[in-house]
């Protein structure tokens, strides 16, 4: 077969989706216009935007318009030219590392051009062959791509049920043994906020098992990043085990709204490691000086305004209140991610296309739909990312939105055309 043929057969389960529904460039790939924030056009229509992960409502702060423009005027976008190890390095990288490394409470850290494919390369880097690799089952796609380039054969991980300690304890036994029997170490992998559900992984839990098990710790904070602990340090000050992750990563994607990453741990010469052996990184362009002097300001102002998270959570408060007042599921989420399942509905994925249809047209809210193989599969979530830009009064004409919405679903009106958008 050729391959290009079985590929316009095929688009995968997601652009299946997609093409069954006609809905390129509606539900997937929407073109949303105008200043980022939480008030942009769709279509041609003003909406109320719930798809950004601008946390802290710093995509468009002053403070950082300005310190991105003028860092662009003054570098432009190509300096410095090169990978880091060979001629791409600056003071100004190496500042960047030992603030982000500061603010979330270890020694040094190794700044990454982006956050998926430089976690993947950390756990390429970190793992040999002789190591066993144990992970959360609903881990990030990111996480499950970087275990995909272990080195050792598909035996060397296993994956323990969701958040269930009892099951990653069975995990570790069998880990443990396997370790032994290669001479090799463990690796442990989750999120401190689970992406789509907001769930809070439970990184205190996971610590405790160090006392009875001989395992390192790597966790992707991207969603605690800024947003979760006292200072915004991430889940692991929330729990105050930030000392017993080992290897703290974070993008920049969320609360910073920026390009790239980093990785921080307390001991200097695994990050000298990490430095000289990250196949991202070593064959990769530095990230670029704007970049760089735009992401010290963001992370200046989070740390200088708390009150950009005060807002942050008056506005998840207020959001995730009002739906679980109206009767909508929203599961166990303990963090600003927002999650509705839509289970059971007799129309599936077209009902609720429908319904996140009027909702943006008729409705003027713009919230986004995630199915499988982003979350389980028979899972439907709208998914709603609160941020400090929103308002209360933006929250209560979500809410009253989401009050018409129930009526017509109880009422099958969706159910009564399952037509889809062009």
């Not at 029997?181 to 992984?201: A, D, H, N, P």
């Amino acid at each position: 077969m050729d391959i290009f043929e079985k590929l316009r057969n095929n688009w995968g389960p997601i652009g299946a989706s997609a093409k069954a529904l006609n809905s390129h460039h509606y539900f997937s790939f929407p073109k949303l216009e105008g200043e980022i924030g939480p008030h942009m056009k769709f279509r041609g229509m003003n909406v109320l935007n719930w798809s950004l992960n601008n946390y802290l409502g710093l995509a468009n702060h002053p403070e950082v318009r300005k310190a991105d423009a003028e860092a662009s005027a003054k570098w432009g976008l190509a300096y410095p030219m090169g990978a880091r190890m060979m001629s791409g390095n600056s003071d100004l990288h190496e500042l960047f590392e030992k603030e982000l490394a500061e603010f979330v409470g270890k020694k040094d850290a190794f700044l990454l051009n982006y956050g998926y494919q430089g976690v993947m390369s950390v756990i390429e880097c970190v793992c040999d062959h002789r190591d066993v690799i144990v992970y959360d089952a609903e881990a990030h796609a990111c996480l499950i791509d970087g275990i995909r380039l272990h080195k050792a054969k598909m035996g060397q991980y296993y994956k323990y049920n969701h958040n269930d300690m009892a099951s990653l304890e069975k995990n570790l036994i069998r880990a443990s043994k396997l370790a032994e029997e290669k001479g090799g170490g463990i690796l442990v992998i989750t999120e401190g906020v689970f992406g789509m559900s907001g769930k809070v992984g439970s990184l205190d839990k996971i610590v405790e098992l160090k006392k009875k098990y001989n395992f390192r710790l790597l966790v992707d904070d991207a969603h605690g990043f800024g947003t979760m602990g006292e200072n915004g340090g991430g889940v692991g000050e929330m729990f105050g085990v930030s000392k017993e992750i080992d290897l703290y990563f974070s993008t920049f994607a969320k609360s910073m709204a920026a390009i790239g990453a980093f990785v921080a741990a307390d001991d200097p010469d695994i990050i000298m490691f990490l430095k000289y052996n990250m196949r991202s990184q070593t064959y990769a362009k530095a990230l670029p000086m704007p970049y760089v002097e735009g992401g010290r300001k963001r992370l200046e102002l989070i740390k200088a305004h708390p009150e950009l998270r005060t807002q942050l959570w008056e506005i998840v408060h207020a959001l995730q209140n009002g739906l679980r007042s109206r009767g909508f599921n929203i599961g166990d989420t303990e963090s600003p991610v927002t999650p509705v399942f839509m289970q059971g509905l007799e129309g599936g994925l077209p009902e609720v296309t429908n319904m996140v249809r009027d909702l943006r047209e008729n409705m003027g809210i713009f919230c986004s739909i995630v199915v499988y193989p982003v979350i389980p599969k028979g899972q439907i979530i709208l998914r709603l990312i609160p941020t400090a830009s929103h308002t209360l009064e933006d929250v209560e004409k979500t809410l009253n939105a989401f009050d018409t919405m129930r009526e017509k679903l109880d009422a099958g009106v969706y159910r009564a055309n399952l037509a889809v958008p062009a």
